[in-house]
């Protein structure tokens, strides 16, 4: 009786694995040139998303490199990857994906969509070594609510991501004042401050 119990409760664990196996999301690489398409599924949740990509020539691996790096190329890869496009679909619906989300991504390696309860995050990783760099971006079924980068040495240290405007500074002085943080928090898409219970506050922009 006992060995029929012992058998059985290895059944279940062994199902159990193999069913989260299942359901695990595989990371899936970005073609340097073309289309990339990424989707996952939930019991209420059909996400589709499709990276655009072009090479952009930028000389040759044996050549020096630049002093100063005019362009969003991180020269861990010739010819260079420079994102088009991000087009996020969901439930059929697109939502709209702000320019400044990828205007400054390049050389893309991997991209991975998970889906949660009340948002969902594609995440990039791009770059090769000291260049490498994470990018995620939150949104929901109506829209992008934040984009969060991470240098891909540092992943536990956001930084400013994608940033094309001035940070409120209002808000940067009411955090200071509130939270006696030296780090201010803001809104990406509202340029809000939001009030974080954590050792300091975050600067995240689109």
């Known amino acids: 009786m006992r060995q029929l119990l012992t058998i ?10 193999t069913s989260s196996a299942g359901t695990a999301q595989q990371r899936t690489s970005v073609a340097s040139k073309g289309e990339t398409v990424i989707v996952d599924k939930s019991e ?3 996400v589709r998303v499709t990276i655009k990509t072009h090479d952009a020539q930028i000389g040759k691996p044996s050549d020096k490199r630049p002093d100063v790096i005019r362009s969003s ?7 260079c990857s420079i994102v088009d496009y991000i087009d996020i679909v969901v439930n059929g619906k ?17 991209a991975e969509v998970r889906i949660g309860q009340n948002e969902s995050i594609l995440t990039l990783i791009g770059g090769d070594a000291s260049e490498s760099y994470i990018v995620k971006i939150e ?3 109506e829209r992008v609510k934040r984009r969060v980068t991470a240098s891909g040495m540092l992943p536990d240290e956001p930084s400013v991501g994608g940033a094309r405007k001035e940070p409120n500074m209002a808000a940067v ?34």
């Open 8 to 17: 059985f409760m290895c059944s279940c664990i062994l199902w159990a694995c």
């Open 44 to 46: 209420k949740l059909n």
């Open 73 to 79: 190329c991180t020269y861990s890869r010739y010819p």
């Open 94 to 110: 697109p939502i709209i994906v702000p320019r400044s989300v990828f205007s400054d991504l390049a050389d893309l390696n991997t």
């Open 139 to 141: 949104f929901d079924t």
């Open 173 to 206: 002085a009411r955090c200071r004042h509130r939270s006696g943080r030296e780090k201010p928090s803001i809104n990406s898409a509202e340029d809000e401050l939001i009030h974080r219970s954590k050792p300091v506050c975050k600067l995240i922009l689109i």
